[in-house]
């Protein structure tokens, strides 16, 4: 039987959504209901995805009784009230990153979800993709020796973004793709506390932050090193380096098709989309689809590949790099 989707708004990044889910085999996946606050722009979008059903509020998404999850993929600030909605109204949740604006309102969807008994996944989708995979697979058979220094960038120009710039909208560069970063961090180290962490940065005049660079200092002499920036295009690679050897994302780590181990590349091509899509390489989002689709079928309400210990530790992290370059959300002081 079909895992049936509920979409919860009718925005960029859920038009890719639906563009990826159809990669997917329709036995599998169904998209049976859509939503915004808008009711023509929610009939536009189950027309252009040929979705059944079209509501012109989140409350009526929440109430359907024919969907086995509901992806999440208002703006920001949007997420919490939205997806405490869904998992008060019993319905499973995957939830667009960043899950929450703060850590305080990523414990509240934990304590939501796990009072209510329904699955709930932030959308990472970079930690399903085949390269993200294959990293597990070679870390886990000690190809490289001990970890012993990781390094994530990703800088892409963003200033004319009005999510991004502005503060209301749950800007900030951290938020946006410094989480990324961090879980890459987090996914070689296995979910470990770092010991320290040093964040350096400015704002823009918004008072969002435009540019930081975070160091996280782990046990056993072991570093990490993270930068982003809404200014200025990088190269946007990921290094791992260990005593025998060293890996790299050569590019477009937060959504990434090859692999370098000890010089040798890997490729792993991503399925052509149907429709052009808003955001590079957006066919990737079907792996994380499928990974909920095999948590749901097994009874879990969470994922072993991204459990939520591992959402509350990013956001620590995001938290503390906000609060040393000096970024402040109203989130913060509710």
Not at 48 to 74: F, W
Not at 185 to 210: Q, R, W, Y
Not at 285 to 293: C, G, K
């Amino acid at each position: 039987m079909a895992t049936r989707w509920g979409i919860c708004s009718a925005g960029k990044i859920c038009h890719d959504f639906m563009v990826a889910l159809k990669t997917l085999p329709a036995a599998d996946h169904q998209a049976v209901a859509v939503a915004s606050r808008d009711s023509s722009r929610a009939r536009d979008f189950a027309k252009r995805h040929e979705i059944p059903k079209s509501y012109g509020s989140y409350e009526e998404l929440a109430n359907d009784p024919n969907i086995d999850i509901v992806y999440v993929g208002t703006i920001n600030p949007q997420h919490l009230r939205v997806a405490l909605l869904m998992l008060q109204a019993g319905k499973n949740v995957l939830c667009e990153k960043p899950m929450a604006m703060n850590l305080r309102e990523v414990q509240q969807l934990i304590c939501a979800a796990r009072d209510s008994n329904r699955f709930l996944m932030e959308g990472l989708w970079t930690r399903f993709f085949p390269v993200s995979n294959a990293i597990r697979c070679l870390l886990s058979q000690n190809n490289l020796g001990e970890v012993k220094m990781v390094k994530a960038e990703f800088g892409t120009c963003m200033m004319g973004t009005p999510r991004v710039v502005e503060k209301d909208l749950g800007g900030g560069v951290l938020l946006d793709i410094g989480c990324y970063c961090l879980q890459f961090v987090c996914m070689v180290f296995n979910g470990e506390k770092p010991e320290s962490i040093h964040a350096t940065g400015f704002l823009t005049e918004k008072g969002v932050d435009e540019a930081v660079t975070i160091v996280l200092k782990y046990a056993r002499n072991r570093m990490a090193m993270v930068t982003v920036t809404m200014a200025v295009q990088l190269p946007n690679q990921a290094t791992i380096s260990g005593t025998k050897g060293t890996i790299t994302i050569p590019g477009f780590m937060w959504c990434p098709t090859s692999l370098v181990v000890n010089g040798k590349v890997r490729e792993f091509p991503l399925p052509a989309p149907s429709q052009p899509l808003n955001f590079i390489n957006s066919t990737g989002l079907r792996y994380e689809a499928e990974e909920v689709r095999q948590c749901l079928q097994k009874g879990l309400k969470e994922s072993s590949q991204l459990p939520l210990a591992e959402s509350e530790l990013i956001m620590s992290i995001l938290d503390e790099a906000r609060r040393q370059v000096g970024v402040v959300y109203n989130q913060d002081t509710a």
